[in-house]
């Protein structure tokens, strides 16, 4: 069983703060405290008891209206991982039974609502998140994305009609690259850091 990481303040840009923003997380309500997005880290704290938690281990958020979730809209969060609160005590009360204590301990995801006290500002913080989580993609999709354009390469060639011509293609590019003062180094692929920085 994997444990919330202790509230600390995020140490990247804190895209929104929101106060009296509550937490359930797997159906157990903690408390009412200040949530931070941030763009490495998605932080909350009530007094003494607060987490942070990674975007890497967020499978899914989104706005729900289910009722089944939760009384009211909220923003609905799954966890890759079976998490416990810092803080929290976790002790099961006697009423319930073995075969739900086990349920629950083999549990391998974890749901986190998060319920702002103002809920117009639910659609923001789902905004926050979802331009801070993709300031983070998951390496292994990443890897996943270069081995189809591998894939494409070797199964579909580019024609000289897709390629513009060929060299005289290249020449115009290289040309407008020029123009708009944008430096590349084809020796060792560092062109590639600067389209991807271009392009956030």
Not at 52 to 76: G, K, Q, R
Not at 90 to 112: F, G, H
Not at 119 to 140: F, G, H, S, W
Not at 145 to 167: F, K, L, Q, T, V
Request: proline share 4%; aromatic share 8%; net charge negative.
């Amino acid at each position: 069983m994997v444990v919330f990481t202790s509230f600390a303040m995020p140490e990247s840009p804190v895209h929104l703060e929101q106060r009296n923003t509550k937490v359930v997380l797997d159906k157990r309500e903690i408390g009412s405290g200040t949530l931070f997005v941030s763009e490495r880290t998605l932080c909350w704290r009530d007094g003494e008891v607060g987490f942070s938690l990674s975007y890497a281990n967020i499978s899914l958020h989104a706005i729900s209206n289910d009722a089944n979730l939760y009384p009211s809209e909220c923003i609905y969060i799954m966890i890759d991982q079976h998490v416990q609160m810092p803080g929290v005590n976790y002790e099961v009360p006697a009423a319930v039974s073995d075969e739900d204590s086990d349920a629950e301990s083999e549990a391998d995801i974890s749901e986190l609502i998060l319920v702002p006290e103002d809920n117009t500002m639910i659609k923001l913080v789902y905004e926050a998140m979802r331009e801070c989580q993709a300031l983070n993609p998951d390496p292994a999709d990443m890897d996943d994305e270069e081995d189809e354009i591998y894939e494409d390469a070797d199964n579909e060639p580019i024609s000289n009609d897709d390629a513009g011509a060929g060299g005289d293609y290249v020449a115009q590019m290289v040309n407008e690259m020029n123009t708009m003062n944008v430096a590349y180094d084809y020796s060792n692929g560092d062109h590639n850091d600067e389209i991807f920085e271009d392009a956030d």
